[in-house]
Structure formats: structure tokens, C-alpha cells
């Protein structure tokens, strides 16, 4: 062998060399996830051992995953018939996929829906990880489950122009959420909207499952929403293996899941079948992996890895699963930050009588001090002593101990109703005012500032210093009864967040009376308006009577299903609904309400209420449900039809009751005879159009239907509300559709809608 050939073997040997070490250290330096001969990475994605790619690589066909390598620019992970797999976790048991979004971009004037399904075999959509959303101006989507046909979530978002929505937050207005169900395995979205939202700034409405921390609501997205140009979203699915418990799969060792050194983990959700599997404490690697395979769990060298006990501390000696420490002397073994170790012990002073008298000096200083300022506060503080208990003594005799047992209650119940992670805040109470800033803001209570009066109390007109204008509510006379009232109705409006609901501004309770100071609505009452109207004044026309209705509606919609704990108004009248300079709706005046427990259906309660509007169920039960504010929106609906008064002498006496003589107008087909005639003489054109007749026969059977005697058999608040917003959009197509018990005339049944599949 010449020089030249020499020197070529010793290259050769060098590489295979380097080769080698290079290869034990890519083996020994990365944790082996897959099994023996298997991909463990698709692109960037690991694929780790329950789950594999090709044959003999994964646990069973529920963990097969394709690496689809079709396109050049990227490799992606496939799971089922087409879920692109962005992570896969042994740790916490999920899987994050995409699936996509259901949309409704019609322009159609028939009120269709649109929808999308998922399903991933026997795994579940996560139903703590992700949110159920609705988007888009009057939009409403729902979920359907595997198991059935009915709705298992859903909601509805509404807005008139883009601006009302807020980033951040998905409250309604704009945008939507609703809980995710447990168990959840095959999901349809449907998402529809009424025609009136085909604007410029909302070309769609959008219904979609998302995990939750991908998702921060944009007022941008009304205009357009399609996450990242792909149409999809991504979940979190749970997975499990088997479909026994943990106890149910050791009995068979054969085809236990579970590797050595690890602990069976049963799903939190009691709805999945099967477990998982975690490394014991003290072991790291693949717990689904056997140690032929190779990357099974192992036991973690705690000595070398976190370094403790060692160097000048002391002698560190792992055993399985833990390791164990001695100390050098002047070290004491301790664990902190859960970590046990040899730590110094903490320093002590040598110069400790020293330090003493520095503190006894020091403590001198301080109390001759205080001895000097004891007497300048005790002079001031008898002085304060006087008026801070005539406050408390105003604070206690107009209900501030009442309230405060109220919120702390309502917190217990919130806590207890919290099924969802995020659960929308509630609003406190912005401001408190004190005595000397209203009496200002009113002129002393001034007969002028008054803006009406009620068995409660007088509101007056206000102005605050830096000019804002308000509402100010003030009892009459100091009584403990209306102070339950008076408190209750902080308790619940410091909770409402809601565009057509009156806004709590703040309180005053260490006055001689309670106050409240709400935000100023200037055009005054729905019953002014239709039964104090002024000579000259102009009348509601059908469009912004049919308006007002679809507004209270969609705001006891919200209080019986939105809010933390559903409220319950007890008391909607036309003299309760207030109205802006654009006719918009605020319902005030909730004195009467109630907050409502989820788990309690009807509320054992004191009959409250107004002469009329009451609902005859609970008069005679006592049994307070959501229902019966139904039944009083259905007496509300009646009185804009009409115009008539609740109740009236001039009316015969059988039909005093303005509810007894609607439906007795209806049963002899005279509803077109009873409307109110300003409203028929000034409204001529689209009232007497066909539009505005059906229009108004489906109002009358809305509030036929509103007005059943049985609570069970009358509409939810949230069904009243969408069947409102079809009639606005001259459709008689609604989502849901209510069943006839009683003989009384349904809304038409709505048109089965068209589905799309993305």
C-alpha cells in the first residue's frame, strides 16, 4: 500500500468514525416516541406512539395518522378522512385539528341556514378546551350532537353597524358564544341571519367550534373571516385508548395499554370511555411504549439533570423514581420550591445585642411618636366618629347590609353555575355619589326637575358638574320593605350589560333616603306614547312599533339566557320600557326582579307585578318562571297592536282586560277590527299592504301564543325574540317552531332549509 492509498483509509476510517458518533449521539441525545422502524415526525409535526404512520405503527385504526407530502411547500399530518393534525400531546391526552366554519353569505330574502359537520370516530371535541361562536349582524347558530336531532347549544349575535361591536369581547353584540356539550363525538353547525344584515360591512354570518385560546374576537371579522385564508379553525379533540376503565383494562395484560413504570389516568370527563396513560413520578418517556420497543418510561437521573446535592453541599445517590441526599456539614437537607436539596442555613447576626438595642431604640423613637400625634387624632377622630355613624346608621336603615348579602349570594350562585371556562364578567357598579353631588345635580329635588312618579318612588332629572345628564331615583319615605326592593334592583342591574337595557350609573345609600342614578332617557315612556299622546304629537308607526317589540324581546332574552345567573323582570309594561330620541328601547324600573338559580326552574315568591299584565299561572301558584314574563310581553304585544289600555271600563266587562278581549277578537277573526285606529289612519300604506297585514296576523298569533294559560306551553324569551326578527324581515320562516296544545294558532311552520356541506 503506497503513501496515497494509506492516506485514504485513514479518511475513510475518520468519517465512519465520525459517523458513528454522530449517530449515537442523534440516539441517545432525542427521546424515542414512535416504535422501532416507525416515522416519528410528519414535517414538524411528532407523532407520537399510541399514534403512527404506515402499518404496525400505531395502536389500533383509531390512532392511524397519513402524512400527506402531496404538496411541495408542505408536509402535513392527516388524521380521518381529512383533519390536518397541527400537535398531538401524551401529557394532557388532546389533539388539536382543523375543522371548518359554517357561513351564511346568501343574499336571499328567504331566510335560509347553512351548515357544516365533524366528527373524529370515538374521539371527543373537548369541551373545556374550546367555545362554541356565533358572528356576524342578527345571526343565529347553533350545534347539533351525534346523538340526536336536537339543539345542544347555540346562540344569537346582533348589531346594527359595525361599530357596536367591541374587540375583545363577545358579549352578543357582534359576536356570540355558547358552552360546548360533554361528550361530544360528531357535531353538525348550522348558521343562519335574517335578510336585513346583508350590509356592505357584513357580507356573512360565521358559526363555528374553536379552542378557546386561539380565538380573540375583531370587530374586522364581521367584514370578513376566514383565519388565516384557510376557512378552517382549530380544536382540541380528547383522546382516549380503549373503551374500558382503568380497572376494567388491568384485568387484561394483554392488551393493556399502559407501559412499565406508569399510572392509569381515567378521562375527566365522565361521558368518554377509556383511559390514558402517564409516566409515574421520577420516570420520563413514551408511557404507551414497551421497553423492547425502547422508549418506554425511564427513570430520570435527578442527580445529573437537576444537579442537587451536589459539589461542596453534599453527595446526591438516585434510586427509582426519586433520589436521595447527604449533606456536608454545615448544610441542612430542606425542600424548596419543591425540590429537595442541601441548603445553607439561614445567616444569624454575630453582633445580635447590638442589633438588639438598635431595635430598642428604634421602638422608642416610634412610640414617643406616636405619642405625640395620639392626641391630634383623637380629637379629629371623635369629631368624625359622630358623622361616620350617622352614615352607617343611613347605610344600614336603607338596605346596605341587604345588599351586601345579596351580591355575596349572587358570587356563590355564579361559582356555582360557572360550566365553561371565561365565563362573561359581570358589570359592577360604576360609581358611588355622594349626597351633597345629587342634591346639586337636581336643584335640591325641585318640583321641576321631576320626571315621573311610582309607587316606589319620584325620578328626577339631574346634571352632574361635569355636565352629563341622568335619571336620579328617589324613595319616598324610609321603609325597610322598599328597601329590599330598592337594593335587589342594584343586585341585578349591576350585572346586566346590555344596549337595551337602562345603565346603572351608581348609588348613594348613606343619604337620609336611598338614591339611584341612571343614565337619562329623553323621549320618555312607551305608555306616554301610545296612551298620553299630546295634541299634534306624531304617532308610532307600525315599523318602530314592530321594532320596539323585537327590542324588549331580544333583551329578556338575554336576561333569561345571557346573563351569569338568569334574571327574571317581573314586572314588563309598557310603562317600563323607555325609549330614546331614536325610538330604541331601554327597559327600566327592576325593582320586582328576581335573580334566578340555574338549577331551581320556578321560584316560590310574593305575587308582584302590574294590574293586567300579570300572568294568571302565577297568581295562582305563587310559582315564579321565566314564563311569565313571556306572558306579559304577549299583554305588551297586544297594546301596541291596540293601543288600547290594559284595562278599561269603557270596554265591556267581559272584555276589560285587554288580554280576556284580544283573544276574543281573535277567536271571531276580528284582529284587523281592533287595531288602533291613529295607527290605521296614519300608517294607512304598509299596514294595509301585504306585507304589513302579514306582518301583523303573525304578531297576533306571537301573542296568542304568549298568552296561553299554561307557562309550560308558552314560548322561551329566546324564541320570541327570533320568530320577532323573522317578522321584521317579512318572512314566516323561523328557526324553531312551536307545538299546538292548546288549540291556539301557531306562527306558520317554518320552511325546511337548505344545508351545504364544507
Known sequence: MDLQDLVKFQCLVSLIWMYLAFSEIRITGSQVISKPGCKDHCGN?????????????????????????????????????????????????????????ARDCTDSQTGRYFSTTAGTGKFTFSNTRNMFVGMGCNTWAYLKRDDNRSISSGCMSVCDKEEDSTDGSCNGIGCCRAPVPAGLKKLSISVGRSSET?????????????????????????????????????????????????????????????????????????????????????????????????????????????????????????????????????????????????????????????????????????LLLVSLVTGFWIYWGVKKRKHMQLREEFFKKNGGLILNQLLDQREEDIEASKNVKGEKKHRSIAKIYTEQELTKATN????????????????YKGTLSNGEVVAIKKTKIVDMDQNEQFVNEI??????????????????????????????????????????????SS????VNRLRIASE?????????????????????????VLLDNDYKVKVADFGGSRLNPTDEAQLSTVVQGTFGYLDPEYIQSSQLTDKSDVYSFGVLLVELMTGEVVFSKDR?????????????????????????????????????????????????????????????????????????????SLSSNHPWVLHDEEGITNTQQAKKKSECSC
Open 198 to 366: 346583508i350590509l356592505d360591512f357584513n357580507p356573512c354570518g360565521y358559526g363555528f367550534l374553536i379552542e378557546e385560546k386561539s380565538f380573540n374576537f375583531s370587530s374586522s371579522y364581521i367584514k370578513d373571516f376566514k383565519h388565516n385564508g384557510t376557512g378552517t379553525v382549530p380544536v382540541v379533540v380528547d383522546w382516549t385508548v380503549g373503551f374500558e376503565t382503568c380497572d376494567e383494562a388491568k384485568r387484561n395484560p394483554t392488551s393493556y395499554a399502559c407501559g412499565p413504570n406508569t399510572d392509569c389516568i381515567a378521562p375527566a370527563d365522565n361521558n368518554t370511555l377509556g383511559y390514558r396513560c402517564n409516566c409515574t413520578s421520577g420516570y420520563r418517556g413514551n408511557p404507551y411504549l414497551d421497553s423492547i420497543s425502547g422508549g418506554s418510561c425511564q427513570d430520570i437521573n435527578e442527580c445529573k439533570e437537576l444537579g442537587v446535592c451536589s459539589g461542596d453541599r453534599g453527595n446526591c445517590k438516585n434510586t427509582k423514581g426519586s433520589y436521595n441526599c447527604s449533606c456536608n456539614k454545615g448544610y441542612n437537607f430542606d425542600v424548596r420550591n419543591n425540590t429537595k436539596d442541601c441548603f445553607l442555613p439561614s445567616p444569624v447576626s454575630a453582633n445580635s445585642n447590638l442589633n438588639k438595642i438598635v431595635v430598642g431604640a428604634c421602638l422608642g423613637l416610634f
Open 491 to 536: 343586585a341585578v342591574l349591576s350585572q346586566i350589560n346590555h344596549k337595551n337595557v337602562v345603565q346603572l350609573l351608581g348609588c348613594c345609600l348613606e343619604s337620609e333616603v336611598p338614591l339611584l342614578v341612571y343614565e337619562y332617557i329623553a323621549n320618555g315612556t312607551l305608555h306616554q306614547h301610545l296612551h298620553e299622546r299630546r295634541e299634534g
Open 45 to 101: 409535526v411528532s407523532i407520537p406512539y399510541p399514534f403512527g404512520i404506515g402499518p404496525g405503527c400505531f395502536l389500533d385504526i383509531y390512532f392511524e395518522i397519513r402524512c400527506d407530502e402531496s404538496l411541495l411547500d408542505s408536509v402535513k399530518p392527516v388524521y380521518g378522512p381529512n383533519y390536518n393534525i397541527s400537535n398531538i400531546s401524551l401529557i394532557d391526552g388532546t389533539m388539536t385539528t382543523d375543522i371548518f366554519i
Open 652 to 728: 265591556p266587562e267581559e272584555d276589560r282586560n285587554l288580554a280576556s278581549y284580544f283573544l276574543s277578537s281573535m277567536r271571531t277573526n276580528r284582529l284587523f277590527a281592533i287595531l288602533d285606529e291613529s295607527l290605521v289612519k296614519n300608517d294607512i300604506e304598509r299596514v294595509s299592504s301585504v306585507h304589513g297585514h302579514q306582518q301583523i296576523q303573525e304578531m297576533a298569533e306571537l301573542a296568542q301564543n304568549c298568552l296561553r294559560m299554561k307557562g309550560e306551553n308558552r314560548p322561551s324569551m329566546k324564541e320570541v325574540a327570533i320568530m320577532l326578527h323573522g317578522i321584521m
Open 552 to 576: 324588549v324581546a331580544g333583551s329578556l332574552a338575554y336576561l333569561h339566557s345571557e346573563a351569569s345567573i338568569p334574571i327574571i323582570h317581573r314586572d314588563i309594561k309598557s310603562g317600563n
Open 539 to 542: 304617532t308610532l308607526s307600525w
Open 444 to 459: 335640591n329635588y325641585h318640583e321641576s326637575q321631576i320626571l315621573g312618579r311610582g309607587g316606589f318612588g319620584t325620578v
